[in-house]
């Protein structure tokens, strides 16, 4: 085992929490959008749960599966896996029907300039699957985009503060979690609309984008000085134990750490470990793109991973040649054009 594969299954493995509320979760698991950035690592993880509870439970994981080696893998985990184009109506209607849906589809990078094919996926494509799976508990991944800028200082968007996004992304974002809470309302789906902002992994994220950065000698843009980010594998835990708090109506969930971030304060933290004087442009605003997890915190308790963990680990991955995915967060657009 190498040291990068050991460092993934120590900050990637369930925690008894996880394999505890697995066992309430009753049903198979199906996975759809399990082919991109966040849905190999879910599955992996509900399925180590899954083992670990000693349970007989399936999960299945449904994608278009692009990515070459990505099925095998996935298979030889231990996960199903059916390949799918779901903007395909027979396609969509052929899938099983499973108790329990974890809604990953969607799509941001590169919605500008193709706008159609955004609202396809992020707005057409929920209605279309909020039908079909209607006897289902739906956990659906939101984002904290549907939400306007907040003063720095006021902590973030709760559940409660009215949605406002900026561009066309999060409006069709916003779409999405509407069609699903239609067909909730009349279907009668238990139904979490979770709104996630900024996950973050050994392979992309906020952390490695500034990581890098400072590490290339690249100067650090403040327009957007604060953010909020959680360790991918916490956030993927509190997904699949959204499960067990769908409700109808649908309940609304933020999904982040709990800091207010400032982007100065973190680039110079990767200068002291890479001992590096990071470079800065521009002035910090007294906005950002906030969100205020507390409901997540009573129902899970904090994440495992500190913010002061994510940036060692960050810097580990990076320092010793780790696998990096070029999907970058765009964390400092403030016009909402990705």
Request: hydrophobic share 40%.
């Amino acid at each position: 085992m190498t040291a990068l594969t050991s460092l993934e299954e120590k900050w990637l493995s369930p925690s008894d929490a996880l394999v505890e509320d697995m066992k309430s979760i009753q049903g198979d698991i199906l996975i759809l959008g399990a082919g991109g950035k966040i849905g190999p690592s879910i599955a992996r993880l509900a399925k180590q749960a899954i083992d670990r509870a000693g349970l007989d439970k399936r999960v299945i994981g449904v994608s278009r599966f692009s990515e070459a080696g990505l099925s095998d893998e996935l298979n030889a985990a231990g996960i199903e896996t059916i390949t799918a184009d779901m903007l395909d109506d027979a396609q969509l209607q052929a899938l099983p029907e499973i108790g329990n849906v974890l809604y990953l589809a969607g799509t941001k990078f590169g919605t500008s300039g193709n706008e159609p094919y955004t609202w396809a996926m992020n707005t057409y494509l929920p209605g279309r699957v909020a039908e079909k799976f209607r006897h289902s508990r739906i956990v659906v991944y939101s984002t904290g985009n549907v939400y306007p800028f907040t003063p720095v200082l006021s902590g973030g968007a709760t559940e409660e503060l009215r949605t406002d996004p900026v561009g066309e992304y999060g409006q069709s974002c916003l779409g999405r979690e509407r069609m699903f809470q239609y067909f909730s309302s009349i279907h009668g789906t238990p139904l979490l609309i979770y709104r996630l902002n900024y996950a973050i992994d050994f392979k992309y994220g906020v952390l490695l984008e500034v990581a890098k950065s400072v590490l290339n000698g690249k100067p650090v843009d403040l327009k957007t000085g604060h953010v909020n980010v959680i360790w991918q594998g916490d956030a993927n835990e509190m997904a699949i134990r959204s499960l067990l708090h769908c409700a109808s109506p649908s309940k609304l969930l933020n999904v982040t750490g709990p800091e207010t971030v400032p982007l100065r304060w973190l680039a110079q933290e990767f200068g002291r470990i890479f001992n590096i004087v990071p470079e800065f442009v521009n002035e910090e605003q007294p906005t950002a793109l906030l969100s205020n997890a507390a409901e997540s915190f009573r129902l899970f308790g904090y994440p495992r991973t500190t913010l002061k963990q994510m940036i060692e680990i960050t810097a580990q991955w990076l320092l010793e040649g780790g696998k990096t995915i070029n999907k970058p967060t765009h964390f400092q657009e403030r016009q909402g054009q990705f």
